[in-house]
């Protein structure tokens, strides 16, 4: 297939929805990790054509929501300091910390800038040689390779103002969190299309072998999602545990391995803070200490008090797929995307504003 309608062909899903059916007899429960999967699979009204025994549960793919408290008060205590500008991906802003949010300190005078790249966040280093610049770098593979590449440049061309608090998150451990930790019933997941083109497929293979479960790294169209669903039934159904590329299109079993170089330059794995999974070994990047200039946490005293969790919010149980937000008592009366408690409503990627937006 050549063109995006193709992808989205009635015909073509109608076929596939008939073969998950005719295939599909044990009651499973499948993970999507990723939050634009979530999304899509709203978007598109996946689940209200699946059979019966087959849930879909979302979990922590979304990286705004898996920020840990911690992180959004490190963030907020760096945007109090006089000549810090902090320069952030949109959505962070809008997330509640422990007694305020970067949208409220900027409201207060901070100067805390959205900016659409990290080398956006470079040209404002480089405008501004008298203010210390800080990029919130948050996400996962996906977009560690782009903020390597900006630290490098400032190393390159000596801008010390320039750096990095990173609170990147790594994928397969929170994957082992969630099936070691027992909690959450999962019997297999569908793996994020543009995180696998990075790390590619070979990164899910310890885990799946350890634990015995499926993946299977899925595109974004519907049918996408709906091959990829019909191949983790059938692995399920033969009782295999494999890990599948429905998205053969963009990736392959080795990844990106140039993007994966310039990571592994700049970055080092380390234990990393998670929403909704704890404190969780080599599951984030540090930089390393060759380019320390440019790690904010080594430049800034960031040491916070212990966080306080948002009263009565759900989403560290919607992380783990525990709860749906329509088990959260907040979901969509004192909790809103115009007025989120919990990241999980902030993002665009995250599992409430996805319920709240299709209406489930
Ligand atoms: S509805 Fe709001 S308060 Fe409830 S879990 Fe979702 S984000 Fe948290």
């Given at each position: 297939?050549?063109?995006?309608?193709?992808?989205?062909?009635?015909?073509?899903?109608?076929?596939?929805?008939?073969?998950?059916?005719?295939?599909?007899?044990?009651?499973?429960?499948?993970?999507?990790?990723?939050?634009?999967?979530?999304?899509?699979?709203?978007?598109?009204?996946?689940?209200?054509?699946?059979?019966?025994?087959?849930?879909?549960?979302?979990?922590?793919?979304?990286?705004?929501?898996?920020?840990?408290?911690?992180?959004?008060?490190?963030?907020?205590?760096?945007?109090?300091?006089?000549?810090?500008?902090?320069?952030?991906?949109?959505?962070?802003?809008?997330?509640?910390?422990?007694?305020?949010?970067?949208?409220?300190?900027?409201?207060?005078?901070?100067?805390?800038?959205?900016?659409?790249?990290?080398?956006?966040?470079?040209?404002?280093?480089?405008?501004?040689?008298?203010?210390?610049?800080?990029?919130?770098?948050?996400?996962?593979?996906?977009?560690?390779?782009?903020?390597?590449?900006?630290i490098m440049t400032a190393h390159r061309e000596g801008l010390r103002n320039f750096s990095v608090?990173?609170?990147?998150?790594?994928?397969?451990?929170?994957?082992?969190?969630?099936?070691?930790?027992?909690?959450?019933?999962?019997?297999?997941?569908?793996?994020?299309?543009?995180?696998?083109?990075?790390?590619?497929?070979?990164?899910?293979?310890?885990?799946?072998?350890?634990?015995?479960?499926?993946?299977?790294?899925?595109?974004?169209?519907?049918?996408?999602?709906?091959?990829?669903?019909?191949?983790?039934?059938?692995?399920?159904?033969?009782?295999?545990?494999?890990?599948?590329?429905?998205?053969?299109?963009?990736?392959?079993?080795?990844?990106?391995?140039?993007?994966?170089?310039?990571?592994?330059?700049?970055?080092?794995?380390?234990?990393?803070?998670w929403r909704g999974l704890g404190v969780i070994p080599e599951s984030g990047l540090k930089i390393?200490?060759?380019?320390?200039?440019?790690?904010?946490?080594?430049?800034?005293?960031?040491?916070?008090?212990?966080?306080?969790?948002?009263?009565?919010?759900?989403?560290?149980?919607?992380?783990?797929?525990?709860?749906?937000?329509?088990?959260?008592?907040?979901?969509?009366?004192?909790?809103?995307?115009?007025?989120?408690?919990?990241?999980?409503?902030?993002?665009?990627?995250?599992?409430?504003?996805?319920?709240?937006?299709?209406?489930?």
């Amino acid at each position: 297939m050549k063109y995006l309608d193709e992808y989205r062909d009635p015909e073509l899903a109608a076929g596939l929805i008939q073969r998950i059916k005719s295939l599909s007899r044990k009651p499973v429960r499948l993970m999507e990790i990723c939050g634009t999967h979530t999304v899509a699979i709203f978007r598109h009204g996946i689940r209200s054509v699946l059979p019966e025994n087959l849930v879909l549960v979302s979990g922590p793919g979304c990286p705004v929501c898996v920020t840990a408290q911690v992180d959004i008060d490190r963030s907020i205590k760096l945007a109090r300091i006089p000549d810090v500008i902090v320069t952030t991906f949109g959505d962070l802003v809008r997330v509640p910390g422990s007694g305020s949010s970067l949208a409220r300190e900027k409201a207060e005078g901070a100067d805390v800038r959205t900016v659409y790249s990290t080398f956006d966040a470079l040209s404002v280093a480089r405008n501004h040689p008298d203010r210390k610049v800080v990029f919130l770098g948050i996400g996962f593979e996906t977009t560690a390779p782009t903020i390597a590449a900006a630290i490098m440049t400032a190393h390159r061309e000596g801008l010390r103002n320039f750096s990095v608090l990173s609170m990147h998150k790594l994928l397969p451990p929170a994957m082992e969190a969630l099936l070691s930790g027992g909690e959450s019933r999962i019997d297999g997941f569908i793996c994020p299309g543009h995180v696998s083109v990075i790390i590619g497929t070979s990164a899910y293979e310890a885990v799946v072998r350890q634990h015995g479960t499926p993946c299977v790294v899925v595109g974004f169209e519907p049918t996408d999602i709906l091959e990829g669903l019909y191949r983790l039934i059938r692995l399920l159904e033969k009782n295999e545990a494999g890990v599948e590329i429905q998205y053969k299109r963009a990736v392959t079993p080795e990844g990106n391995i140039k993007a994966m170089h310039l990571l592994h330059t700049v970055f080092e794995p380390a234990q990393a803070a998670w929403r909704g999974l704890g404190v969780i070994p080599e599951s984030g990047l540090k930089i390393r200490d060759s380019f320390s200039i440019h790690d904010a946490a080594q430049s800034f005293d960031v040491e916070v008090p212990a966080p306080v969790d948002p009263k009565g919010c759900a989403c560290s149980e919607v992380i783990r797929g525990l709860k749906t937000p329509l088990d959260c008592p907040f979901f969509a009366s004192k909790c809103t995307p115009e007025e989120p408690v919990g990241p999980c409503m902030v993002s665009t990627e995250g599992t409430c504003a996805a319920y709240y937006k299709y209406r489930v």
